[in-house]
C-alpha cells in the first residue's frame, strides 16, 4: 500500500483542519507534552465562529488558547482530566474545569463515558508502515481516539519515536487530517532541585527499599531526590514499572543500579505510560528498547503492577490526617492537580510481595510567618481525598517514615504525630484528644 500517496491526500493546512470543528462539538486533546499546541491557537481563532464547544485535556503543556481567548465561556469549555501548572492557573480564573479519573480507569471511563466528535494530538513522524507513534504520551490517547469521529494529527519531528509496550501508535488508515507543525521541540520539563528537607525525607525512603524492587517515583522534588540517592547507591537490580518517566530513570539505569533484571514480566524494560522531563529523557527514550510505551490500563492497572516483587510507591502530598486520608490533588477547594495514578501504585504496591506505598510530605507548609503543618487534624474543608484511610500504608517526613497500615485510629494519630515537625506536635495531641483518637498511654 502506498501510504506517502495517502498522506499527502490527508496532508491539511491547520486552518482547514480546524474547519471540522462545530458549535456543540466534544474535542479531545493530546496529553502531556503531546497536546496539540500547534492546532490549539487556530481552534481558538475561530472562537466568535463557534459556541459551546467542550475541550478536553491532559496537562496542556502552558495556557491553552481556546480557554485563554473566551473569559465567558460561551464559544469553549475547557476541561482537564490531570492539571498542569497552566490548568491551575485557568481554574483561578474559572476558565478550567476538573473531571475526576482514577488514572487506570480512564481507557474504561472514555469508552463508557466519553464520545468525542474531534481528537487532535501531537505525533511523531509517519514510519515506512504507515504508523503515527504516540512519542511520550501514550496513556489513554487511543482510547480517545476510538472514541472521536474525526482524528487530527500533528506531526512534530522532534518527538521521540517511543517503542512499546501496546496502543503506542495509530495507523494512517485511522486518521481524517495531518498537520505538519512549526517543528518546536517538545516542552522541557526539568526535575525540581530537591531541598534539604527533600533530600531528609529521601534519606529516611532510601532505607525502605532493597535489591530486587520495581520502583515507581511520582514527580516533585522528593521523588528527585530519592532517585539522585538511588543512582548514586549500591542498590542492585532495580526495575521500573511507572505512570511517569522521569529523568532520574535515566540517571538510575546509567548508573548501573536500575537493570529490570528481577521484574516478574517485562524484564531488562522500564515500562510507563509517560514521559516528561528534558531533553535527555527524550533522547534516550527514542527507538530504545529498554524503555517500553503502555496504555495507563496497563502500567497503572492494581491487578498487573502488583505482580512484581517488591513494588515501591513514592509520591508526594499536600497534606494528611491524623486519621490517615492523603490529600494530594487540591488545596481546600482549589484544584492543585489530580488523582492521577497515586492511588493506582499505593493501592497495588500493598498487594505486591514485599511492596511499600509510600506517601512523603515536608513536615510543614511552605510560607513565612506561623508554622502550619501538613499534618494535621483534619483536612482542610473542601480538601480532596485522594488516598482513603484504608489505603494509606507508609508515611515519610523529614522526621522519619512510619507505617500506618492495620494500626486503630490512636496508632495513627500517635505514629503521626511522631513524625509531625516537634514544635506542633503538643498542639496536635490536643486536637487527637478532642477528636477521641489519643489514649493517655501513648507516648512520643
Given at each position: 500500500m502506498d501510504f506517502l500517496t495517502e498522506y499527502r491526500r490527508k496532508l491539511v493546512s491547520p486552518e482547514e483542519a480546524v474547519k471540522v470543528v462545530k458549535s456543540g462539538d466534544k474535542v479531545a486533546y493530546g496529553h502531556f507534552a503531546m497536546a496539540p499546541t500547534f492546532l490549539d491557537p487556530y481552534l481558538a481563532q475561530r472562537k466568535d465562529e463557534l459556541k459551546a464547544v467542550k475541550v478536553y485535556a491532559v496537562v496542556y503543556p502552558g495556557l491553552a488558547q481556546v480557554a485563554v481567548c473566551d473569559p465567558t465561556r460561551e464559544h469553549f469549555i475547557y476541561n482537564s482530566w490531570h492539571f498542569?501548572?497552566?490548568?491551575?492557573?485557568?481554574?483561578?480564573?474559572?476558565?478550567?474545569?476538573?473531571?475526576?479519573?482514577?488514572?487506570?480507569e480512564g481507557p474504561a471511563v472514555i469508552e463508557r463515558y466519553c464520545d468525542a466528535d474531534v481528537f487532535m494530538g501531537k505525533v511523531t513522524p509517519m514510519d515506512s508502515h504507515g504508523y503515527f507513534n504516540f512519542s511520550v504520551a501514550n496513556?489513554?490517547?487511543?482510547?480517545?481516539?476510538?472514541?472521536?469521529?474525526?482524528?487530527?494529527?500533528?506531526?512534530?519531528?522532534?518527538?521521540?519515536?517511543?517503542?512499546?509496550?501496546?496502543?503506542?501508535?495509530?495507523?494512517?488508515?485511522?486518521?481524517?487530517?495531518?498537520?505538519?507543525?512549526?517543528?518546536?521541540?517538545?516542552?522541557?520539563?526539568?526535575?525540581?532541585?530537591?531541598?534539604?528537607?527533600?533530600?531528609a525525607v529521601a534519606g529516611h525512603i532510601m532505607n525502605l527499599i532493597e535489591d530486587g524492587s520495581v520502583i515507581q517515583l511520582g514527580i516533585g522534588g522528593m521523588p528527585s531526590a530519592v532517585g539522585s540517592m538511588i543512582a548514586h547507591?549500591?542498590?542492585?537490580?532495580?526495575?521500573?514499572?511507572?505512570?511517569?518517566?522521569?529523568?532520574?530513570?535515566?540517571?538510575?539505569?546509567?548508573?548501573?543500579?536500575?537493570?529490570?533484571?528481577?521484574?516478574?514480566?517485562?524484564?531488562?524494560?522500564?515500562?510507563?505510560?509517560?514521559?516528561l522531563g528534558t531533553q535527555k529523557l527524550y533522547d534516550f527514550l527514542h527507538m530504545n528498547r529498554t524503555a517500553a510505551s503502555y496504555?495507563?490500563?496497563?502500567?497503572?492497572?492494581?491487578?498487573?503492577?502488583?505482580?512484581?516483587?517488591?513494588?515501591?510507591?513514592?509520591?508526594?502530598?499536600?497534606?494528611?490526617?491524623?486519621?490517615?486520608?492523603?490529600?494530594?490533588?487540591?488545596?481546600?477547594?482549589?484544584?492543585?492537580?489530580?488523582?492521577?495514578?497515586?492511588?493506582?501504585?499505593i493501592f497495588s504496591s500493598f498487594k505486591s510481595r514485599g511492596g511499600k506505598g509510600i506517601i512523603c510530605l515536608s513536615s510543614l507548609k511552605e510560607g513565612k510567618g506561623e508554622k502550619k503543618s501538613r499534618i494535621v487534624p483534619t483536612l482542610t474543608p473542601g480538601g480532596i481525598v485522594t488516598v482513603p484511610r484504608a489505603v494509606t500504608n507508609y508515611v515519610v517526613t523529614e522526621y522519619g517514615a512510619v507505617d500506618i497500615k492495620g494500626k486503630s485510629t490512636w496508632e495513627r494519630a500517635e505514629l503521626l504525630i511522631s513524625i509531625a515537625e516537634p514544635d506542633l506536635r503538643e498542639d496536635l495531641i490536643k486536637e487527637a484528644e478532642k477528636m477521641k483518637i489519643w489514649v493517655k498511654t501513648n507516648k512520643l
Amino acid at each position: 500500500m502506498d501510504f506517502l500517496t495517502e498522506y499527502r491526500r490527508k496532508l491539511v493546512s491547520p486552518e482547514e483542519a480546524v474547519k471540522v470543528v462545530k458549535s456543540g462539538d466534544k474535542v479531545a486533546y493530546g496529553h502531556f507534552a503531546m497536546a496539540p499546541t500547534f492546532l490549539d491557537p487556530y481552534l481558538a481563532q475561530r472562537k466568535d465562529e463557534l459556541k459551546a464547544v467542550k475541550v478536553y485535556a491532559v496537562v496542556y503543556p502552558g495556557l491553552a488558547q481556546v480557554a485563554v481567548c473566551d473569559p465567558t465561556r460561551e464559544h469553549f469549555i475547557y476541561n482537564s482530566w490531570h492539571f498542569s501548572g497552566g490548568d491551575r492557573m485557568l481554574h483561578d480564573k474559572n476558565l478550567c474545569n476538573f473531571v475526576p479519573m482514577i488514572y487506570h480507569e480512564g481507557p474504561a471511563v472514555i469508552e463508557r463515558y466519553c464520545d468525542a466528535d474531534v481528537f487532535m494530538g501531537k505525533v511523531t513522524p509517519m514510519d515506512s508502515h504507515g504508523y503515527f507513534n504516540f512519542s511520550v504520551a501514550n496513556s489513554d490517547t487511543y482510547a480517545y481516539i476510538k472514541k472521536s469521529k474525526k482524528v487530527i494529527v500533528e506531526v512534530c519531528d522532534k518527538a521521540p519515536y517511543c517503542l512499546g509496550g501496546n496502543l503506542e501508535a495509530i495507523h494512517i488508515s485511522e486518521v481524517d487530517m495531518i498537520v505538519e507543525t512549526d517543528s518546536k521541540p517538545l516542552i522541557q520539563v526539568p526535575e525540581v532541585p530537591p531541598n534539604d528537607v527533600d533530600k531528609a525525607v529521601a534519606g529516611h525512603i532510601m532505607n525502605l527499599i532493597e535489591d530486587g524492587s520495581v520502583i515507581q517515583l511520582g514527580i516533585g522534588g522528593m521523588p528527585s531526590a530519592v532517585g539522585s540517592m538511588i543512582a548514586h547507591s549500591d542498590l542492585k537490580d532495580l526495575g521500573a514499572h511507572t505512570e511517569i518517566l522521569v529523568d532520574s530513570y535515566v540517571d538510575m539505569y546509567e548508573a548501573g543500579v536500575l537493570t529490570g533484571k528481577r521484574k516478574a514480566f517485562d524484564q531488562g524494560r522500564m515500562a510507563y505510560t509517560f514521559a516528561l522531563g528534558t531533553q535527555k529523557l527524550y533522547d534516550f527514550l527514542h527507538m530504545n528498547r529498554t524503555a517500553a510505551s503502555y496504555s495507563v490500563d496497563y502500567t497503572n492497572s492494581p491487578s498487573i503492577a502488583s505482580q512484581h516483587d517488591k513494588l515501591i510507591s513514592i509520591n508526594n502530598a499536600i497534606e494528611i490526617d491524623l486519621f490517615g486520608q492523603v490529600c494530594s490533588e487540591s488545596s481546600g477547594t482549589r484544584q492543585i492537580t489530580g488523582t492521577g495514578g497515586q492511588f493506582d501504585f499505593i493501592f497495588s504496591s500493598f498487594k505486591s510481595r514485599g511492596g511499600k506505598g509510600i506517601i512523603c510530605l515536608s513536615s510543614l507548609k511552605e510560607g513565612k510567618g506561623e508554622k502550619k503543618s501538613r499534618i494535621v487534624p483534619t483536612l482542610t474543608p473542601g480538601g480532596i481525598v485522594t488516598v482513603p484511610r484504608a489505603v494509606t500504608n507508609y508515611v515519610v517526613t523529614e522526621y522519619g517514615a512510619v507505617d500506618i497500615k492495620g494500626k486503630s485510629t490512636w496508632e495513627r494519630a500517635e505514629l503521626l504525630i511522631s513524625i509531625a515537625e516537634p514544635d506542633l506536635r503538643e498542639d496536635l495531641i490536643k486536637e487527637a484528644e478532642k477528636m477521641k483518637i489519643w489514649v493517655k498511654t501513648n507516648k512520643l
